[in-house]
Nanobody, 115 residues
Framework: QVQLVESGGGLVQPGGSLRLSCAAS????????AGWYRQVPGKQREWVAQ???????TYTDSVKGRFTISRDNAKNTMYLQMNSLKPEDTAVYFC?????????WGQGTQVTVSS
């Protein structure tokens, strides 16, 4: 059984930074793709960023230039560095990984951007 555990959320002022982590545990042979999503109450979950096994990363337009996704394959861990945060980035952030052909989700971590 694979589990994803997120950490790093919290309250930050506009313009500030946070770094989210997502660690996968269990029996893992390969993580093909890994990504971050976010969701606010009453809205659908939104894709934020994705990184594939080779390191190629893609982002939704609203976070380009501010967020950076990365991964440490040796630790089965993915990160999301979030800079220049805006109030509209407030959401619960979820990580998703395609592990050995199966998608897994983390439990979510709250990010609140407010003065």
């Amino acid at each position: 059984q694979v589990q994803l555990v997120e950490s790093g959320g919290g309250l930050v002022q506009p313009g500030g930074s946070l770094r989210l982590s997502c660690a996968a545990s269990g029996i893992i042979f390969s993580i093909r793709t890994a990504g971050w999503y976010r969701q606010v109450p009453g809205k659908q979950r939104e894709w934020v960023a994705q990184i594939i096994s080779g390191g190629y990363a893609t982002y939704t337009d609203s976070v380009k230039g501010r967020f950076t996704i990365s991964r440490d394959n040796a630790k089965n861990t993915m990160y999301l560095q979030m800079n220049s945060l805006k109030p509209e980035d407030t959401a619960v952030y979820f990580c998703n990984m395609l592990v050995d052909g199966t998608h897994y989700w983390g439990q979510g971590t709250q990010v609140t951007v407010s003065s």
